[in-house]
């Protein structure tokens, strides 16, 4: 089993920034890919961005493309999403998700392993 923790929420103002964290523990050798996926309330689930194993390939959903990066220290077992110029629509809470196979995907279903969230709420 994997384990997946985040942390870095929290109130912030509008144009400002956070660094969430994921951090893995147990048997990490078998994850791969690893992604953000965030949830407003009332809303589904949404994709926010996606890494490969060697950090080398990223996605991002639309809405956050030049304002946030994904990355993640393999030596430390974890991963990374450095949100810049946040708005109100970004409050959500936030998980962090593991698959156990290789390629970039945006569907939840692709992750075998999550983590508990991490809220973020962006006031205007």
């Not at 893995?24 to 890919?33: D, K, L, M």
């Not at 220290?73 to 974890?78: E, V």
């Not at 970039?104 to 692709?110: I, M, P, T, V, Y």
Request: charged share 20%; aromatic share 12%; hydrophobic share 35%.
């Amino acid at each position: 089993q994997v384990q997946l923790v985040e942390s870095g929420g929290g109130l912030v103002q509008a144009g400002a920034s956070l660094r969430l964290s994921c951090a893995a523990s147990g048997r990490t050798f078998n994850i791969h890919e690893m992604g953000w996926f965030r949830r407003a309330p009332g809303k589904e689930r949404e994709f926010v961005a996606a890494i490969s194993w060697s950090g080398r390939a990223m996605d991002y959903v639309d809405s956050v493309k030049g304002r946030f990066t994904i990355s993640r220290d393999n030596a430390k077992n974890t991963m990374y999403l450095q949100m810049n110029s946040l708005k109100p629509e970004d409050t959500a809470l936030y998980y962090c998700a593991a698959s156990t196979y290789y390629g970039l995907a945006s569907q939840a279903s692709a992750y075998r392993y999550w983590g508990q969230g991490t809220q973020v709420t962006v006031s205007s």
